[in-house]
């Protein structure tokens, strides 16, 4: 198994830009997440999805669009990229929702928007 | 307000000594608590699970606490080694659906 794969490593965009960070995972995992990570602050869950067809927001969802029509995939939009939105982000899965079970983290994407 | 506190940015130690790292929260009813490590330039793995009616639980040299009165989990590495050095973040699931809230990390590093 590949597990939590995201592509691509490392991106710059410039103000206003739009760009869709990509996560799949290969372990047939219901439950997919993204979060971004700013130094100090921590890990911050953006949006996630409990599974094929149905996303909700987390603690910090303006700015990004989601969707997830199949299981494996969960892209991650960023329609008008904005300077604070310069940071890492993580895809994460795991198996079911409300299971008390792992997350499995993607390698991350870095983002700087300039 | 609800936050989750872990007690320090940084912690230095001995080869050999045991680490003992932090994890407050105010506010919250959690079911169950995690501990992850982070190694630069690398996504969090995890490590342990916690559940609110588990007092302790241990995995190798790792042991974690939850004290769901004092609001604070507790993270310990026994005979810590240098390639234990690395960020620990804890994680706690603030609706049991996997609404997941992070802290902010500590970073250790064992020095040989």
């Known amino acids: 198994n590949a597990g939590v794969t995201q592509t691509p490593k490392f991106q710059v965009l410039k103000t206003g830009q739009s760009m869709t960070l990509q996560c799949a995972q290969d372990m047939n995992h219901e439950y997919m997440s993204w979060y971004r990570q700013d130094p100090g602050m921590g890990l911050r869950l953006i949006h996630y999805?409990?599974?094929?067809?149905?996303?909700d927001q987390g603690e910090v969802p303006n700015g990004y669009n989601v969707s997830r029509s199949t299981t494996e995939d969960f892209p991650l939009r960023l329609l008008s990229a904005a300077p604070s939105q310069t940071s890492v982000y993580f895809c994460?899965?795991?198996?079911?929702?409300?299971?008390?079970?792992?997350?499995?983290f993607g390698p991350g994407t870095r983002l700087l928007v300039l | 307000s609800q936050k989750i506190e872990q007690n320090s940015e940084a912690l230095n130690i001995q080869e050999g000594k045991t680490a003992t790292l932090t994890c407050n929260y105010t506010?919250?009813?959690?079911?169950?608590l995690q501990w992850y490590r982070q190694d630069p330039g690398r996504g969090p793995v995890f490590l342990l699970l916690i559940r609110e009616n588990e007092k302790e639980k241990r995995k190798e040299r790792l042991k974690v606490t939850f004290d769901t009165t004092l609001k604070q989990s507790l993270f310990h590495i026994t005979a810590s080694q240098p390639a234990d050095s690395a960020t620990y973040l804890c994680a706690l699931d603030i609706r049991n659906n996997n609404d997941m809230r992070f802290g902010a990390g500590t970073r250790l590093t064992v020095k040989p």
């Open positions: 506010n919250y009813s959690p079911a169950y």
């Open positions: 999805s409990v599974g094929a067809g149905i996303t």
């Open positions: 994460a899965s795991s198996y079911s929702q409300g299971v008390q079970e792992t997350q499995y």
